[in-house]
């Protein structure tokens, strides 16, 4: 069985005191790829520095997150692009817009994500989308900027069975993680209108931790809890939903096992 964690911050602090361990249990549970995204110019020395410990196991992205756009946001994308046309990125992730902590920077926010959808245009890689608490707003510009080309993930996805169908329609996949274990999430039921075959799983760690760890540190060993929950929302078995969505990230991030 193979599994793709495709979003994961393990180069974080939290790990570095442990990461031996953390590495086994995810090879334990299945998991083949771990992809990592990163989120501003000081992670990204972590970053490398995960990948060149496993290369064939951590895969990077390169991107400055929505929450790490602030005045010095043209400062960090001369250096975060600089870093992606090096050619060592397979994604350029993880942007977006955030409205949930601060709303100071939203014009700088939209700045960022445009140019860094440009640039994924022009290097045709695939985009990795924060949204959160900000889907109408990354609606408005990806109704601007989609093009056939243009992939990637929906990244946490938390809307309704109508925003899944627009994320879909915009050739991208949608990613689950812990969040579909929570008993009120509500994911489940809008994920019984919509087809596997758009569904990559991914856990966020260290955050949002699975049933039945949530409230503890994420890793990405729990990818599988996640996969387990998706078999008994679709009816099917664990080992379908592995080959499933490894075959979904597989669509989005052109990689060989």
């Not at 992809?35 to 895969?59: E, G, H, R, T």
């Not at 931790?209 to 540190?217: A, E, Q, S």
Request: charged share 25%.
């Amino acid at each position: 069985m193979n599994l793709i964690d495709t979003h994961a911050h393990i180069y974080q602090e939290d790990f570095q005191v442990d990461i031996d361990a953390v590495i086994a249990r995810a090879k334990e549970n299945g998991v083949s790829k771990i992809y990592l995204p990163n989120v501003d110019v000081p992670s990204i020395a972590d970053l490398k520095a995960l990948v060149q410990k496993d290369p064939l196991l951590f895969i990077p992205m390169m991107g400055l997150h929505p929450c790490y756009v602030k005045d010095d946001f043209e400062v960090q994308l001369n250096t975060i692009e600089k870093e992606l046309r090096s050619g060592n990125y397979v994604a350029v992730g993880e942007i977006g817009i955030d409205l949930y902590w601060d709303k100071t920077f939203y014009a700088q926010q939209q700045e960022a994500f445009r140019r860094q959808i440009d640039w994924a245009l022009e290097l045709d890689l695939p985009i990795v989308i924060h949204a959160r608490d900000s889907l109408k707003e990354i609606y408005e510009i990806m109704d601007e900027v989609s093009r056939p080309q243009l992939k990637g993930i929906f990244h946490c996805f938390s809307g309704n069975a109508d925003d899944a169908r627009k994320v879909i329609n915009y050739g991208f996949k949608i990613g689950i993680g812990g969040v579909v274990t929570f008993k009120n999430s509500g994911l489940d039921k809008v994920l019984q209108e919509i087809d596997i075959k758009h569904i990559v799983i991914e856990t966020d760690a260290p955050y949002l931790t699975p049933v039945p760890h949530r409230g503890k540190r994420n890793e990405s060993s729990y990818v599988k809890l996640i996969a387990i929950r998706l078999a008994e929302i679709y009816g099917i078995s664990l080992d379908e939903v592995a080959e499933i969505t490894t075959q979904n990230a597989k669509e989005v991030f052109n990689f060989e096992l």
